[in-house]
């Protein structure tokens, strides 16, 4: 089983690829389930095999909270990571070889929260890719290229033992591009960093 998180800015296109690339696997043979970890989005192209807002409601949690729109999101990870184990078990039980994770697009929650690397960490199966998704409109001066990739880099160093890979995003079709690159992805054999 191979998990694939795709994260990235908020509105860079990790849906949208969830969604594409899900389709680009269903119609090449491949097994794939979709796990949407956003306790926010309101629409998602995709139906998903878990959703964690059948879980924990962002909505919810600022109205019973009193909280804003970003500390709605980030309270529900929090909750969610305490459940992580009972996430990871329905996961399993889907059995598809690949699983894609559609996560929100705060990035404060995999750049400097701990919270979002405990949880990627405690989802990874034997073998994980973390897919880092830029706005190919952010990257288009250097300021947004060189601030991106130091995004990503940050993302990266909270990760164990997973690989990160930056994309940017410019066509739907990066299917048999990114089919390419998981299938070099190594499995985990000890729990380092690289
Ligand atoms: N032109 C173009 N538009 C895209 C691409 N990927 C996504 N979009 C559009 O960009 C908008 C945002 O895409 P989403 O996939 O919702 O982005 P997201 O990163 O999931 O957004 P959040 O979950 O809100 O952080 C949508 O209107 C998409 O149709 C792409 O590769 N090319
Ligand atoms: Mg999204």
Redesign the pocket.
């Known amino acids: 089983m191979f998990t694939v998180f795709i994260v ?10 969830v ?1 594409s690339f899900a389709d680009w696997l269903e119609d090449n043979q491949y097994d794939v389930a979709i796990v949407n970890l ?1 306790p926010a ?1 309101e629409y998602v192209p995709y139906i998903p095999d878990i959703d964690i807002r059948d879980v924990v409601s962002a909505r919810e949690l600022m109205r019973k909270y009193k909280l804003g729109p970003n500390g709605s999101i980030i309270a529900a990870i929090d909750m969610l990571a305490v459940r992580a184990q009972e996430i990871k078990s329905q996961i399993m039980d889907i059995g598809a070889n690949y699983v894609l994770i ?1 996560t ?2 705060q990035m404060e929650l995999f750049a400097f929260r701990s919270v979002g690397s405990v949880l990627i960490n405690r989802l990874s199966m034997d073998r994980s890719a973390v897919v880092f ?1 830029i706005d ?1 409109t952010q990257a288009q001066t250097p300021s947004g290229y060189v601030s991106s990739m130091l995004l990503a880099l940050s993302t990266q160093l909270g990760l164990i033992c997973l690989r990160l890979t930056c994309l940017i ?4 079709s990066t299917g048999p591009w990114l089919i390419k690159y998981l299938s070099g992805v190594r499995r985990r054999t000890y729990s380092g960093r690289h």
Request: glycine share 18%; hydrophobic share 30%.
């Open positions: 990235g800015t908020a509105g860079s296109g990790k849906t949208t690829l969604s956003d989005v559609d929100p697009g998704v190919a995003r410019l066509i739907y």
